[in-house]
């Protein structure tokens, strides 16, 4: 076990830099895909432009943003496990998890919001996905402030 800590330690800029490019992945498409909700409300339930929206959520969501996810949680973790790197006292470290928890259920949302546009039973108007689309952008704010200012 010890061997394995001394790792991560010797590798942590790697993993940072990973963990940063993977948060950077996920929140692209954290932002877009509520905009593509935007656009696929505007067209007809089964009509081919509706079709061609439920390809591009898809793809966005599967290959994409959720791996992208997979790996900002696994590169987290491996940097909470790093010695030194967190202070278990420190009172930003946990606004800032609880901020990557409400994100990622967020992302839960847009996959279930995905789905009931798959099934052409989407009831949510336009106005929804706009205001949903400033969620990840404030959830964000928090996040990078907790990291960076570190205010508490």
Not at 41 to 48: D, F, K, L, Y
Not at 96 to 112: P, R
Request: with cysteine.
């Amino acid at each position: 076990m010890s061997l394995t800590i001394d790792a991560l330690g010797a590798v942590y800029p790697w993993v940072k830099a990973l963990h940063i490019v993977s948060m950077v992945a996920w929140m692209a498409g954290l932002f877009y895909l509520p905009r593509l909700y935007v656009y696929h409300c505007e067209v007809a339930p089964g009509s081919a432009e509706s079709e061609r929206f439920k390809v591009m959520e898809r793809r966005l969501l599967k290959q994409i943003t959720t791996p992208a996810m997979i790996a900002t949680w696994v590169f987290g973790i491996l940097l909470v496990l790093t010695p030194g790197v967190i202070d278990w006292t420190w009172g930003w470290w946990h606004l800032k998890l609880t901020a990557v928890i409400l994100m990622s259920g967020f992302h839960g949302a847009l996959s279930g919001w995905r789905r009931a546009f798959l099934e052409d039973r989407n009831r949510k108007p336009q106005r929804f996905y706009r205001i949903a689309n400033e969620v990840p952008t404030i959830l964000l704010l928090v996040i990078v402030i907790m990291v960076i200012v570190r205010p508490f």
